[in-house]
């Protein structure tokens, strides 16, 4: 009898813990993963713009929230088609063998109400990192089309040589090692009942 009643309340606080959360669904046009790269003397910029996945927000304690991302390598702009295309090939990012990036929330330190620490598993050219970075949750508002959206940025700084690509090895390379991310993601509100896909 005291397992059934242990096992019962296990399963009350489980529940409770995700009856806190607020699922969305990434909204991939208006979302981006921004990117900024050494490049000679300067450095050149661009952005994946196609980003999919869900996000489990639990405001009063964001340590019970979670994230899963997905984002289409082909989807890469630099605001110059020509470069785009060559950034694709083999030579960069292989899109053709690896078309997609993927995160997965593991862990979450919030250091106040709407700012904390992220870390999971991310996967890029093949190669799986455990990663952590700063969020910040930027906001909660209905939209213009009766829906009801949340916000949140994020920051991290990528090395392209720990994740299997070679010309920052090469000597004298024009492209270099350090990758700076932003992210900004949107994310519309599901109904309790819909499941994410």
């Known amino acids: 009898m005291k397992r059934i009643l242990l096992s019962l ?15 969305y669904r990434i909204d991939d046009s208006h979302s981006f993963a921004n990117w900024t790269i050494r490049h000679v003397a300067s450095k050149t910029s661009g952005t994946f713009s196609d980003i999919k996945g869900k996000i489990l927000i639990d405001r009063s304690n964001l340590a019970n929230s ?15 088609a020509k470069r785009d295309e060559h950034i694709k090939k083999d ?16 862990k979450i330190v919030a250091t106040n109400n709407t700012e904390g620490v992220l ?10 990192k455990q990663i952590s970075f700063p969020f910040k949750v ?32 090469k000597p004298n390379p024009s492209v270099g090692d350090d ?18 896909k």
């Open 179 to 196: 990758i700076e991310v932003t992210l900004l993601i949107e994310g519309v509100r599901l109904p309790a009942e819909k499941p994410i």
């Open 138 to 169: 930027l906001g909660f508002g209905t939209d213009p089309w009766g829906g009801y959206r949340m916000g949140l940025e994020a920051h991290t700084s990528l090395k392209a040589s720990d994740f299997g690509f070679t010309w920052p090895l």
């Open 119 to 128: 870390t999971g598993t991310f996967t890029l050219h093949g190669v799986t």
């Open 66 to 80: 979670s994230v899963e991302a997905k984002i289409n390598v082909l989807s890469v702009n630099s605001s110059h």
């Open 9 to 23: 309340a296990l399963i009350a606080i489980s529940y409770a813990a995700y009856a806190d959360q607020e699922a």
């Open 91 to 106: 030579d960069y990012l292989d899109a053709a063998k690896f078309s997609e990036m993927t995160f997965i929330s593991n």
